[in-house]
């Protein structure tokens, strides 16, 4: 097992698989069917999901809306997709304790780094919605936080793509994947692995980022167990 303690990073967009907005039951479980089995062998697992298949605020706030309010409605909507996995991981008889940059009473109290880390040894997924709390400030940089305050070992980032190219695979047949990437290279290249102040924060406390395919069943366990299937930045 290559990593003890992670952060899982996911896009609400993930969530909404084959369709338009929402979530997608399939995708929900076969998510938290993986994160169950690394749970299973030791592996110490936070999430930070974002709340873009429900409400994105710096769209909103493109379309003429505050952006401060804005970023609250997606800080909500990430909280909807943080109980959607709650619920799924519990259903799944995974146990789960949700923290929010956000306290939201009755269900999710606000983020303690000691109790996080107390959640974690204990054998449970901890869950952390409501991005940092304040607007301005992406998942991203919300993940990064909470990766940093909890000593994770890794920032996964699944995505649907596996893993960081030079160019767009989806629309580049010549786009060439990279395997591994300093935090200077990557930004000498300009590649967008995340927004530059989670970037920023990674690279200023040697935290490792590695982006890989999660849609792809199994890949998680990949990942934890050391399989180089993604990209690491470091």
């Given amino acids: 097992m290559k990593y003890k303690r992670i952060l899982l990073k996911l896009s609400g967009e993930s969530l909404m698989g084959d369709g338009l907005y929402g979530i997608s039951s399939d995708m929900l479980t076969t998510y938290c069917k993986q994160i169950k089995q690394v749970q299973e062998i030791g592996v110490e697992v936070a999430i930070v999901i974002g709340g873009g298949n429900i409400y994105r605020g710096l769209s909103g706030s493109a379309k003429g809306m505050d952006r401060v309010q804005g970023d609250y409605m997606g800080m909500l909507a990430t909280m909807i997709n943080s109980l959607a996995l709650q619920g799924e991981l519990e259903r799944q008889g995974v146990k789960t304790t949700l923290y929010g940059g956000l306290k939201i009473e009755p269900f999710c109290e606000s983020f303690s780094r000691k109790k996080a880390i107390d959640s974690l040894q204990e054998g449970k997924v901890v869950i952390i919605g409501g991005g940092t709390g304040n ?18 070992d890794v920032i996964l980032k699944g995505t649907r793509v596996d893993g960081i190219y030079s160019a767009d695979p989806e629309k580049d047949k010549n786009a060439k994947k990279y395997t591994s990437l300093s935090f200077d290279e990557a930004l000498q290249k300009k590649l ?12 200023e406390n040697d935290l490792p980022i590695y982006v890989f395919d999660m849609n792809k069943e199994g890949n998680l366990m990949k990942v934890v167990e050391g399989q180089e299937i993604g990209t690491l930045v470091r």
């Avoid at 400030?137 to 305050?149: G, W």
């Avoid at 967008?192 to 690279?203: E, G, P, R, S």
């Fill in 192 to 203: 967008k692995v995340m927004d530059l102040t989670a970037f920023a924060l990674c690279q």
């Fill in 135 to 152: 607007p301005f400030f992406t998942t991203d940089t919300a993940s990064t936080l909470r990766a940093i305050e909890i000593k994770a």
